[in-house]
């Protein structure tokens, strides 16, 4: 079965340091990937998506970026971080390769607190 | 970033009433999916739905999806306290999956 890990679950981080949040799938291959961001008590935001390897679309100009250097790791990064960043992050995966059929699942989250 | 239309916001009712939220949208998507949020938890998927007209049903949940593509409602019947929680629609197009603004249920026993 499919599982997808994302890592680390909360996280404080203080204004101008790095960012790096890591998302990871297993039991498919080629699935589309996805970072999204949800404000407290908001919707989610969708930040990045990726349908394949070094492949990211970024969908809201921002202080962050995306990578996925393999073809089930996705990788949220920030060179230097905002107050404005705090958020709940969650990464998404879905069955890729043009699939009619197919679901998103969801990561648990990692709570960035920018301080 | 594209988002939809989701009402309402919220909603507050006594437990073994029904729920009714809904999404439109102006775009079209092939494939509506429905999401329930607990606190600090990632969304699970509640029901999806694949060809437009669809009606689907899970359990106390059903939801349909329009007719023009355009649009999904969520029902629940006999709500319950576990039903509380944050519940969210979703459009899928080619490759992105963007979400509604999320609709918040508060039970009252």
């Known amino acids: 079965s499919q599982t997808i890990h994302q890592w680390p679950a909360t996280l404080v981080q203080p204004v101008g340091s790095p960012l790096s949040l890591e998302c990871t799938v297993e039991g498919t291959s080629n699935p589309n990937l996805y970072w999204y961001r949800q404000a407290a008590g908001r919707g989610l935001q969708l930040l990045f998506y990726?349908?394949?390897?070094?492949?990211i679309s970024s969908e809201v100009p921002q202080n962050l970026s995306a990578s996925r250097p393999q073809d089930r790791q996705f990788i949220l990064s920030s060179k230097k971080l905002l107050l404005s960043d705090s958020g709940f992050y969650l990464c998404?995966?879905?069955?890729?390769?043009?699939?009619?059929?197919?679901?998103?699942?969801f990561g648990q989250g990692t709570r960035l607190t920018v301080v | 970033g594209q988002q939809l239309n989701q009402s309402p916001q919220s909603m507050f009712i006594q437990e073994g009433e029904d729920v009714s939220m809904n999404c439109t949208s102006s775009?079209?998507?092939?494939?509506w999916l429905w999401y329930k949020q607990d606190p600090g938890e990632g969304p699970v998927l509640l029901i999806a739905l694949y060809k437009a007209g669809e009606l689907t049903s899970n359990g106390r949940l059903t939801a349909q999806f329009g007719i023009t593509r355009k649009d999904s409602f969520l029902n629940i019947s006999a709500s319950i306290p576990s039903d509380v929680g944050i519940y969210f629609c979703?459009?899928?197009?080619?490759?992105?999956?963007?979400f509604g603004q999320g609709t918040r249920l508060t039970i009252n026993p």
């Open positions: 979703a459009g899928k197009g080619a490759q992105k999956l963007v």
């Open positions: 990726s349908v394949g390897i070094g492949q």
């Open positions: 998404a995966w879905m069955g890729g390769g043009g699939r009619e059929y197919t679901e998103a699942f």
């Open positions: 775009s079209i998507f092939n494939t």
